[in-house]
């Protein structure tokens, strides 16, 4: 037997446990502090009624014979695909129905994808960002390369002509700076790997949090994206459903390799690996598209704008720079008097007991910064604020 002997070259993930660690002993220590958590990106809003009652109304189906059921189809039902279609339509994006594949979250697919590319396949990825996307190329023994995000391109790197690339990572609204490509940038990077014969893989897990409609929300809006680009959703941020878990994936028809379709590799993967997402699940998916799911889901979402807004109008008195905030649930700040993202993290806990996440977690170009979620209650948002405003 022989072991994945990259797994041994993936850094140990100390980030939250660090965290948690230092907030428990600060806790105990403390025991009077009332501590506000700003640092996990987990929603705390609940599932809205029409999922409610969606989900409700299947599990009777489910309990009785006549609308009981057993497997579904692996890429999922018609009518959820169907809704996913239609919302995307409302963007001006059409899909064929069999270009979207339901699966039980984004994490997962943007995982899985790789089974159905090769090994030797030069990966950018930018640095820093969500850590899945290093991890699950470290786990299968690729070449990485990083893709430079600073405060000098507003965390949102462009493509360098120079450089080769077959699999290029792209998140917008980004995990962690907040930061959101536009059209025009969108499109250096479709040209750029259409150009390449390049695959993007475009994780748009927050796009239900852009405000600015000139702001694209989907790759596919850009011409040209439909032959060389991925795309992966989630309805966890969108509404509420981290603990529910849905999400869906895009391949294109018109997505190819040497004449072979990514389409139908992914389906065969999809297929062979994959049983589906519950029925249940489903239907309250499907619920989010209803138009009564889409009033509810974007009550949530203003209710967590409200406290990202709250929270730049701080950062800007205080005149500390950041990024995030508008069309994002997270805020991207330089901590402030050239502290380091720990130092800022332990600073922050002792003086004003709130917890936020060290950037430099997310990759070497996050030192210096720190990360905020608009995902708590409201009150605890500006009594945070106010505390962080106090410490300067
Ligand atoms: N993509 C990004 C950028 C994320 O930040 C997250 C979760 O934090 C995910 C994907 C995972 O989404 P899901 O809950 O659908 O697996």
Redesign the pocket.
């Known amino acids: 037997m022989k072991i994945n002997g990259h797994y041994l070259e993936l850094q140990d993930s100390y980030l939250f446990s660090t965290i948690a660690k230092k907030v428990a002993a600060f806790g105990e220590s403390h025991p009077e502090a009332e501590i506000i958590r700003m640092g996990i990106?987990d929603v705390t809003l609940p599932l809205c009624p029409a999922v409610v009652e969606a989900m409700q109304s299947a599990v009777a189906e489910m309990g009785q014979k006549e609308s009981f059921r057993g497997y579904g189809p692996e890429q999922g039902y018609d009518f959820l695909r169907e809704a996913i279609a239609a919302y995307y339509a409302g963007n001006g994006v059409s899909l064929e129905l069999e270009e979207v594949f339901v699966s039980d979250?984004?994490?997962?697919d943007?995982g899985n994808i790789l089974d159905i590319f090769a090994q030797d396949n030069q990966v950018l990825i930018p640095n820093p960002v969500?850590p899945?996307y290093l991890d699950t190329n470290i786990m299968a023994g690729r070449n990485v390369r990083y893709l430079q995000a600073d405060a000098s391109n507003g965390f949102l790197p462009m493509p360098d002509e120079t450089v080769d690339a077959d699999i290029i990572y792209l998140?917008s609204p980004n995990?962690p700076t907040g930061a959101v490509y536009n059209r025009q940038q969108l499109k250096t990077w479709v040209d750029y790997a259409n150009q390449k014969k390049a695959v993007i893989l475009f994780?748009a897990?927050?796009e239900a949090f852009i405000q600015d409609s000139s702001l694209p929300r989907s790759i596919y809006e850009i011409e040209g994206a439909k032959t060389c680009a991925i795309e992966?959703c989630?309805?966890?941020?969108t509404a509420g459903?981290?603990g529910t878990?849905c999400?869906y994936t895009i391949v294109p028809l018109a997505l190819e390799c040497g004449g072979t379709k990514l389409n139908r590799l992914w389906l065969r993967r999809q297929t062979t690996k994959f049983n589906g997402v519950p029925y249940i699940v489903q239907r309250g998916a499907a619920a989010v598209f209803s138009s009564e799911g889409q009033r509810q889901t974007k009550e949530a979402i203003a209710y967590y704008q409200k406290n990202a807004a709250v929270m730049a109008q701080t950062l800007q008195k205080m005149g500390v720079w950041f990024t995030g905030g508008t069309n994002s649930p997270y805020i991207w700040m330089k901590c402030p008097a050239g502290y380091s993202s720990w130092e800022y993290f332990d600073k922050l806990l002792e003086q004003a007991h709130v917890v936020g996440t060290p950037g430099v977690g997310f990759g070497e170009n996050g030192e210096g910064f720190f990360r905020l979620t608009a995902f708590g209650d409201a009150e605890k948002t500006k009594e945070a604020m106010r505390r962080m405003e106090a410490l300067g």
Do not use: H, I, Q, W
Not at 234 to 237: A, G, T, V, Y
């Open positions: 990106g979250g984004a994490k997962s943007v969500y899945v998140c995990n994780d897990a927050y992966f989630s309805l966890s941020k459903f981290t878990r999400g």
